[in-house]
């Protein structure tokens, strides 16, 4: 991940015209799947995902069992037509890690206690992928585990912010700046990109991953911009879930 390939200008717009804090369009709908306990549709810039969570029930076979709390098992794939290049069905190692990383994150928010010898299954289905996937997929995940009534210590939401290579006036490169949410171009050409989830209420971080490279004050400037963009994400997640139940904010 390194490139000296120009992605935002001497104003500090991107190429696609946001500003470095701005975060690409996010639209979040609670409950559209009726076979699963709980569901969200998710649309994050040009990605899609569903999130469907099954149980808790029994998990099998039983001995993946844990007698004191229950297992947490997050699935997430790729449709093979949601990148341009088709993707070969199944899963490969980017899925599995991804998979592994998400299911940690979930589990720390899931009061798994309460159910013991129990499976919690989430299905993570990205139908379009623009960059930002893991984080949109486990953002619409902790919708669908709000939505499925299984007992949170919070809604879980990620985000992620990155670094972009830029051009000075006389056309020397410089070293970057660090942005918000990169989008397919940028991940792509970028510098480093840096995917956090929290637990909006503490500030709890559940996954950090990163990719390229960061000084460290990069790395806080950074680690503030997704912090930020995981609590603008948070409020939409809310308001999701208000909306399928038909509460408005005053009511809550
Ligand atoms: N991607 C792809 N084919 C693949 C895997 C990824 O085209 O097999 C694209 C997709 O758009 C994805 C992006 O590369 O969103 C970045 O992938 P990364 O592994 O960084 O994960 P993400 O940013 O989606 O969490």
Request: glycine share 8%; net charge negative; hydrophobic share 40%.
């Amino acid at each position: 991940m390194k490139s000296d390939k120009q992605l935002i200008d001497e104003t500090g717009i991107r190429s696609d015209g946001r500003k470095p804090d701005e975060l690409r369009n996010v639209i979040i709908k609670a409950g559209v799947l009726h076979r699963a306990d709980g569901s969200c549709y998710l649309e994050w810039g040009g990605n899609k995902v569903i999130a469907a969570v099954y149980g808790p029930r029994e998990a099998i076979p039983r001995h993946s069992q844990n007698s004191l709390r229950a297992i947490v098992n997050a699935r997430y794939n790729m449709a093979a037509f949601s990148v341009d290049d088709r993707k070969r069905p199944g899963p490969d190692r980017r899925s599995r890690e991804i998979s592994k990383v998400i299911s940690e994150a979930l589990e720390k928010v899931i009061l798994t206690d309460y159910y013991p010898r129990a499976a919690i299954d989430v299905n993570i289905e990205v139908l379009n992928a623009e960059a930002g996937t893991r984080c949109a997929g486990l953002t619409a995940a902790g919708v669908a585990l709000a939505d499925a009534g299984i007992p949170l210590k919070d809604i879980p939401v990620a985000c992620a912010a990155g670094k972009i290579g830029a051009t000075e006036e006389d056309g020397t490169f410089t070293g970057g700046h660090v942005v918000l949410d990169l989008g397919k171009e940028e991940d792509n050409f970028g510098n480093a990109d840096l995917p956090i989830a929290i637990a909006p209420r503490t500030n709890e971080i559940l996954l950090l991953q990163m990719d390229g490279h960061l000084s460290s004050d990069e790395f806080e400037r950074a680690l503030d911009y997704a912090i930020k963009g995981c609590h603008d994400i948070s409020k939409l997640q809310k308001e999701a879930l208000l909306k399928k139940y038909n509460v408005s904010e005053g009511d809550e």
